[in-house]
């Protein structure tokens, strides 16, 4: 199955600024996926991130808040903007898993706002 | 709207102590039922997809299965390192014949004491 290697693993932000996430896949993917899971919750998917379009947002995201690029088959970026505490969680991003396996995720992103 | 409920929330477990975890979903036409386990400051790791009743599918000491109203993962002798939060998520098909993503129930938290 794919390996995807995310960036940073975790940060701590000030309050107003923006943090930008790096999710890399080993392979060429068609679609890449970006979940939000707050403290103590389960995921909740933000966007899927086709390659060549815009982003798709599931409802309660916009993408003012949380804009995503796709440059190619193989990477995507998430960006936090004007951050808040209540933007405190962990980000994941998720590809199709190959060879029978479900969907993989990457170690995802520990953002903590202060 | 589809709804995916996991019991209990956390369970203790003595080493060895077998015991089972409850998915139950209602959605509009499932595709495919997940199971992840996931352990602290990593994204989910993939376990196992069922896709019609009565399937079961075995890995180690784990084993699931599926009904048309819930799956279950059965923990057989479990071992100090089974120790995770085990989510479930379903896959929904919609009219078009393409599915949406997968939508994550709240998981359980399992301890297994030495």
């Known amino acids: 199955s794919a390996v995807i290697s995310q960036k940073p693993s975790r940060d701590i932000c000030q309050r107003g600024t923006s943090l930008t996430i790096q999710c890399q896949v080993d392979?060429?993917?068609?679609?890449m996926f970006w979940y939000r899971q707050q403290p103590g919750q389960s995921l909740t998917l933000i966007a899927t991130a086709n390659q060549g379009s815009e982003a798709t947002y599931e409802s309660g995201f916009v993408i003012d808040k949380f804009p995503i690029s796709r440059p190619n088959l193989t990477f995507s970026t998430l960006t936090v903007s004007n951050m808040s505490p209540e933007d405190s969680s962990i980000y994941l991003c998720?590809?199709?898993?190959?060879?029978?396996?479900?969907?993989?995720f990457g170690s995802g992103t520990r953002l903590t706002v202060v | 709207e589809d709804q995916v409920t996991q019991s209990p929330e956390a369970l203790r477990l003595q080493e060895g102590e077998s015991s089972s975890l409850n998915c139950s979903y209602t959605v509009s036409g499932l595709r495919g039922l997940f199971w992840y386990r996931q352990d602290p400051g990593k994204g989910p790791e993939f376990l196992f997809t069922?896709?019609?009743a009565g399937e079961e599918k075995e890995k180690e000491r784990l084993k699931a299965t599926l009904t048309k109203k819930e799956s279950f993962l059965h923990i057989t002798a479990p071992k100090p390192e089974d120790s995770a939060t085990y989510l479930c998520a379903v896959q929904v098909l919609i009219s078009s014949g393409s599915a949406r993503q997968l939508t994550f129930g709240s998981g359980t938290q399992l301890t297994v004491l030495p």
């Open positions: 069922l896709y019609s």
């Open positions: 392979s060429q993917v068609t679609m």
């Open positions: 998720s590809v199709v898993g190959t060879g029978g396996v479900g969907y993989t």
